[in-house]
């Protein structure tokens, strides 16, 4: 049937149409179609789909997945948004109808339950329309702008709607001169009045509504922050959490990355900072204590022979953990290039979800907000999370002298029904070794 189709189409100019298999051939088939196809009066014959292709046809509706029956208005749609993503919220739109955008451009904004995602234009043009509208909840595939390639603003597109209105109130006119007509709407709409009704059972019983106060206002809660919500109540609800704790001299490693900052940055072009050492300590650490790298998965324990460290961000939308893979084979260069690169994408906003997926560890900083002491709470499905604090000079008995040292809190949330203190202690120590005299890195000791 295809080859019949296609060589009627094109069977007085040589060239041969393949299948379109995929949503990049059809987003290009017209262009390819009138580049082929020389202008003339036949060629025109070739916009109409009933000319060629029955109505019952599955290749008209591929043909308009993305482009019109004109082939100058295409179709902005929700892209893929994961394996684990099957929907989202339209959030915002960048652009205004009648705007320009260009091929690829960003034009509005799907916050998913991890990352925020943007929809595209599939073609440079003018926006005409949204078809959809903020706070929908739409799917992969979901249509939601029309780009047209013609310049016409987009008002142009508007006018033949408001002239359709006129042609309809000639049968307003008719209703009123018959007497009869008139008589039967009354008994129609009291059913009418009674369907807004329905709104007070939006109220959820479980979670009754506060009455409103004087300078309060009520918004949606956005989905990211749902989706962190329910996360870190599932995790006090599952871990037998519990938190010990130790304090680091900072000194030495301050000290490390003063003397060897400027040649770091020279040789491996980005600067030393501290969490690079962090991580490298949390890898020993897992290493030596391979139940706090574990997780309980039903009535087995999973023991990961591999090390993926979360790196906790705080963003403008919420908490991210992006995952630094394969910690364990890294250098610092590589780590601090890594988290430099992750934590750029959480501040755009531009994380990907395979980036957040998995994680065997989690280290959060809550030292650069100015965090003294807290109690991490665990990222499922890991057992065990690093809390790192401000750096703070204290009074520190050294050789039987007090002396200010730069010292550190270190918190240690895990989970109890798989790891003992016994581990978590040893864990903790060891990360405390390693910070505290950074030659063990060297001689691996």
Not at 111 to 123: A, G, R
Not at 278 to 284: E, Y
Request: aromatic letters at 6%; one cysteine or more; glycine letters at 6%.
């Amino acid at each position: 049937m295809a080859s019949r189709i296609a060589s009627r189409l094109l069977r007085r100019h040589g060239p041969t149409l393949g299948l379109l298999r995929t949503y990049t051939h059809v987003r290009n088939y017209s262009s390819q179609l009138s580049g082929l196809i020389p202008a003339g009066p036949q060629s025109s014959k070739l916009t109409r789909r009933h000319y060629y292709f029955p109505n019952a046809s599955p290749y008209q509706l591929w043909s308009r997945s993305f482009a019109s029956d004109s082939g100058e208005k295409f179709e902005a749609v929700v892209p893929f948004m994961g394996e684990s993503v099957t929907d989202g919220t339209l959030a915002t739109f960048l652009k205004k109808p009648g705007d320009r955008v260009e091929a690829d451009e960003a034009i509005a904004q799907i916050e998913t339950d991890k990352v925020t995602i943007d929809v595209s234009s599939p073609e440079a043009g003018v926006l005409e329309k949204y078809i959809a509208s903020e706070g929908d909840t739409v799917t992969p595939g979901t249509i939601v702008a029309i780009v047209s390639k013609s310049e016409a603003p987009a008002e142009t597109h508007v006018a033949p709607s408001e002239e359709a209105a006129p042609k309809e109130s000639p049968p307003a006119k008719v209703e009123e001169k018959s007497p009869k007509v008139e008589a039967k709407p009354p008994k129609v709409e009291p059913p009418k009045k009674q369907a807004p009704k329905p709104t007070p059972s939006k109220t959820s019983p479980t979670e009754p509504q506060l009455p409103p106060k004087e300078r309060e206002r009520r918004v949606p809660m956005p989905r990211l922050r749902k989706r962190i919500a329910n996360r870190l109540k599932d995790s006090q609800n599952t871990f037998a959490m519990l938190t010990t704790f130790n304090e680091v001299d900072m000194t030495n490693l301050m000290k490390l990355r003063s003397d060897y900052k400027d040649e770091f940055v020279k040789k491996h072009g980005v600067k030393l900072g501290l969490m690079s050492c962090f991580v490298k300590a949390a890898v020993s650490g897992l290493q030596n204590q391979p139940i706090v790298n574990a997780v309980i998965d039903g009535d087995d324990i999973i023991y990961r022979d591999y090390v993926d460290v979360s790196v906790a961000v705080g963003t403008s939308k919420g908490l991210v953990v992006p995952v630094i893979r394969d910690a364990d084979t890294m250098n610092f260069a590589d780590i601090e290039k890594g988290i430099n690169n992750l934590a750029k994408k959480a501040t755009e906003g531009a994380l990907s979800i395979d980036e957040m997926a998995g994680g065997t560890f989690t280290i959060s900083n809550g030292g650069v907000y100015g965090s003294l002491i807290s109690t991490p709470i665990i990222n499922p499905p890991q057992s065990a999370i690093l809390g790192m604090h401000s750096i703070v000079q204290r009074p520190v008995v050294v050789d039987g002298n007090v002396l200010a040292r730069p010292m550190m809190y270190l918190a240690l949330t895990y989970d109890h029904r798989l790891i003992d203190g016994r581990e978590a202690v040893y864990f903790l120590r060891r990360i405390k070794d390693l910070v505290e005299d950074p030659r063990r890195f060297l001689l691996d000791i």
